[in-house]
């Protein structure tokens, strides 16, 4: 059942993926609108759509019951950390690529990807693992993630305000309404569900158009990126599901981590590669590489691990 849909949530996912590829191949996206494009996924409908799903899914007594998916968050990015450092170093990579392809397969697209899979496959509680997830990679990502991604030849700098992201601001706010059972006016939850239900088309053919404009031909002669792949989308949640097992986590949660482990590329890690150093076509190879990917990974790992 869970494989059945996974397979059919990538499908469709793919199928939108290709309206996007086709709106920038003939103009009807243009490539000056992206920028505009992902602010509007980004600090608008994502976290409307985080807002939505956990005030009308969550309780209090469920927040608080899976806090421990914060120490799993983390755990999981101390063992990413340690594999993709491996890997790196036995492939002896470039300067500055190494970083750059530790922090690729370090940090997953839990926006435009985990967000409506993880509410398709698991509708209660799959925002609030996500969310509590979230919490956890949003902090690191603006810190050691920005350490990643600057260059050798540049110091890094670190904004505290840069962790402020609107999915962190959003999950701070429903979060406390929750814990203090406020009431929301109807009509304002109907309009935070009618912008949660257009978020996964839009963000899905925003990508589209990102693997239209994006140079990353030249990605698939890399022997690395098939290696993060196998490693980081398919045998690391493979492995982390029968440890999940083995440890009696709760099944929801462990399928939920499993499937959030399996994720590609964050979206905004050429973004980031880019403006702090001299590798951004190679984050955008790897980004859309992994994107094409996980329309078969992900599915794959359902169907063994979950």
Same mark, same amino acid.
């Given at each position: /059942?869970?494989?059945?849909?996974?397979?059919?949530?990538?499908?469709?996912?793919?199928?939108?993926?290709?309206? &996007?590829?086709?709106?920038?191949?003939?103009?009807?996206?243009?490539?000056?609108?992206?920028?505009?494009?992902?602010?509007?996924?980004?600090?608008? =409908?994502?976290?409307? *759509?985080?807002?939505?799903? +956990?005030?009308?899914?969550?309780?209090?007594? /469920? @927040?608080?019951?899976?806090?421990?998916?914060?120490?799993?968050?983390?755990?999981?990015? @101390?063992?990413?950390?340690?594999?993709?450092?491996?890997?790196?170093?036995?492939?002896?990579?470039?300067?500055?690529?190494?970083?750059?392809?530790? @922090?690729?397969?370090?940090?997953?697209?839990?926006?435009?990807?985990?967000? $409506?899979?993880?509410?398709?496959?698991?509708?209660?509680?799959?925002? @609030?693992?996500?969310?509590?997830?979230?919490?956890?990679? *949003?902090?690191?990502?603006?810190?050691?993630?920005?350490?990643?991604?600057?260059?050798?030849?540049?110091?890094?700098?670190?904004?505290?305000?840069?962790?402020?992201?609107?999915?962190?601001?959003?999950?701070? +706010?429903?979060?406390?309404?929750?814990?203090?059972?406020? $009431?929301?006016?109807?009509?304002?939850?109907?309009? =935070?569900?009618?912008?949660?239900?257009?978020? +996964? #088309?839009? !963000?899905?053919?925003?990508?589209?158009?990102?693997?239209?404009?994006?140079?990353?031909?030249?990605?698939?002669?890399? %022997?690395?990126?098939?290696?993060?792949?196998?490693?980081?989308?398919? #045998?690391?949640?493979?492995?982390?599901?029968?440890?999940?097992?083995?440890? &009696?986590?709760?099944?929801?949660?462990? *399928?939920?981590?499993?499937?959030?482990?399996?994720? %590609?590329? /964050?979206?905004?890690?050429?973004?980031?590669?880019?403006?702090?150093?001299?590798? &951004?076509?190679?984050?955008? &190879?790897?980004?859309?590489? +992994?994107?094409?990917? !996980?329309?078969?990974?992900?599915?794959?790992?359902?169907?063994? #691990?979950?």
């Amino acid at each position: /059942m869970a494989f059945e849909l996974a397979f059919t949530t990538m499908v469709v996912f793919f199928l939108i993926l290709a309206v &996007g590829f086709a709106a920038g191949k003939f103009g009807i996206i243009t490539r000056e609108a992206m920028p505009n494009l992902a602010g509007l996924c980004t600090n608008i =409908l994502l976290p409307s *759509q985080l807002f939505y799903s +956990t005030y009308v899914n969550i309780t209090s007594d /469920m @927040l608080v019951a899976n806090l421990p998916m914060l120490a799993l968050s983390a755990g999981f990015y @101390l063992i990413i950390g340690l594999v993709t450092f491996g890997i790196a170093k036995v492939l002896r990579l470039p300067h500055d690529k190494d970083r750059v392809f530790m @922090l690729c397969f370090m940090f997953g697209n839990t926006g435009f990807v985990g967000f $409506p899979l993880l509410s398709t496959l698991f509708p209660g509680t799959g925002l @609030l693992y996500l969310s509590l997830f979230t919490v956890v990679d *949003q902090l690191l990502f603006w810190t050691f993630g920005s350490w990643l991604a600057t260059a050798r030849d540049r110091d890094a700098h670190f904004h505290p305000r840069s962790i402020l992201s609107p999915n962190i601001i959003m999950m701070a +706010t429903v979060f406390t309404i929750i814990f203090i059972g406020l $009431p929301l006016p109807k009509l304002l939850v109907n309009a =935070l569900s009618t912008l949660s239900n257009a978020t +996964t #088309a839009i !963000c899905m053919m925003y990508l589209g158009a990102m693997l239209c404009f994006s140079k990353w031909a030249r990605t698939l002669r890399r %022997p690395e990126v098939y290696v993060g792949i196998v490693v980081k989308m398919v #045998a690391l949640p493979v492995l982390a599901a029968l440890a999940f097992r083995t440890i &009696g986590l709760p099944t929801e949660m462990s *399928q939920a981590m499993t499937i959030i482990m399996a994720l %590609p590329v /964050m979206t905004v890690v050429p973004m980031v590669a880019r403006a702090h150093g001299n590798e &951004g076509d190679y984050a955008t &190879g790897i980004t859309a590489v +992994t994107l094409l990917a !996980c329309v078969a990974t992900i599915p794959l790992v359902t169907l063994i #691990a979950v």
